[in-house]
């Protein structure tokens, strides 16, 4: 652990895109939840994981003014940096990395997520510090299948996770790969990072670890948060 004295903490906390799925006027990240935005939400449970945590927020660049407003009452906002999105997830990625010059552990993280917990954050720091990488899946509850052309076949769910983030990594294996000249199959972090040969390191995520890209979701997350003071 010795090694962690020397690295800082940054999370890239992507909400680059404008959520159309949501149907509503106002991108999603920006919706209220429970009295909260749920970007505010998730840059608070970024800052309240390490009082050394950096937060590189990638907004789009119409809304940047509206990103800052939210965030000047979080406690901690001097720990944020604003920076515009790109043209997508991989380019808003991009960018929010550019702005990290010091070695570091890099957490990258959608903004709407924002049920993640602190736990989770320090257990990904924890193991991204011991093996390089920490990627949050979750098993499937559902049965699979695997569609090509007009046939599909089932596919075990037991040897099925599902994809979460924050996808955390040692800034020296994630920087390099994102030097990479953009394609289709680059749908995460670790997808990159894999391009490059490098192994990845799966850890356990968080069921409530949702991504609120529809309404339905944001129903779910607003009757788990009741249930947590109920």
């Known amino acids: 652990m010795d090694q962690a004295l020397n690295l800082s903490k940054v999370a890239v906390i992507v909400a680059g895109g404008v959520g159309l799925r949501m ?52 406690n901690g906002a001097e720990r944020i940096q604003f920076v515009p999105g790109g043209e997508t997830r991989f380019h808003s990625v991009q960018n929010g990395l550019r702005q990290i010059k010091d070695p570091s552990i890099v ?24 093996l390089g990488s920490a990627i949050p899946v979750i098993p499937s509850t559902d049965s699979i299948r695997l569609v090509e052309g007009e046939s599909s076949h089932s596919i075990a769910r037991s040897s099925v996770r599902l994809v979460q983030t924050p996808q955390t990594f040692q800034s ?10 953009y394609m289709a199959d680059f749908t995460d972090e670790a997808s990159v990072v894999e391009f490059t040969g490098e192994r990845v390191h799966l850890i356990d995520g968080e069921q409530h670890n949702i991504k609120i890209t529809g309404p339905m979701d944001l129903l779910v997350a607003r009757e788990y948060l009741r249930s947590l003071t109920s």
Request: contains cysteine.
């Open 107 to 130: 957490f990258v993280h959608d903004a709407v997520r924002c049920l993640l917990s602190v736990s989770l954050i320090q257990r990904c720091y924890e193991q991204a510090i011991r």
């Open 23 to 74: 149907g509503a006027s106002t991108p999603k990240q920006f919706l209220e939840l429970e009295g909260k935005s749920l970007l505010t939400r998730t840059v608070e449970t970024f800052l309240q994981s390490y009082s050394d945590m950096r937060v590189v927020l990638v907004l789009p660049e119409s809304h940047l003014e509206l990103g800052r407003d939210i965030c000047k009452t979080i």
């Open 172 to 181: 020296d294996i994630l920087l390099p790969a994102y030097e990479a000249t």
